[in-house]
């Protein structure tokens, strides 16, 4: 079921699956990135979905005008209240996956990442999907 649409994002509930889907297709991760992931967890929060299938892998450049890593916007819209665990799978190109794991931190997670989110990069839809139906 598509949710939301547009010529760079589409955001889709996989009720087989009971997984949302956010692709993301512009060129950069800018402004309209956050507003249609905070959308996304919206939807998740009201459908009472707890996995994500982030697919940034039409994303151009692996390394955006922003240097923070891409967990760092995601975590910024988590819900403050929610005590349900989440799966998110990143799905990134080879470059965007290189240059993730080039800026990785292990003080990074504890900053950022809460107790209730499990975040994993892949660059294989496969095995995105399959870590997420394992979830």
């Known amino acids: 079921m598509i949710l939301y649409q547009t010529p760079t994002v589409s955001l889709a509930y996989h009720a087989a699956t009971a997984t949302m889907?956010?692709?993301y297709a512009a060129s950069s991760l800018a402004e309209?990135?956050?507003k249609v992931y905070q959308l996304a967890l919206e939807a998740m929060h009201n459908l009472g979905v707890d996995k994500l299938?982030?697919?940034?892998?039409?994303?151009a450049p692996p390394t955006d005008d922003d240097e923070e890593?891409?967990?760092?916007?995601?975590m910024r819209h988590l819900p403050a209240h929610s005590s349900r665990q989440l799966f998110i799978a990143a799905l990134l190109s080879e470059g965007q996956y290189q240059h993730q794991m080039g800026c990785y931190s292990p003080s990074f997670d504890r900053a950022f990442a809460p107790q209730q989110v499990e975040f994993n990069y892949f660059t294989s839809r496969r095995e995105a999907t399959d870590w997420l139906s394992d979830n």
């Open 21 to 23: 889907q956010l692709q």
């Open 69 to 74: 890593f891409l967990l760092a916007p995601i």
């Open 32 to 34: 309209t990135f956050e």
């Open 53 to 59: 299938l982030l697919d940034l892998k039409r994303n």
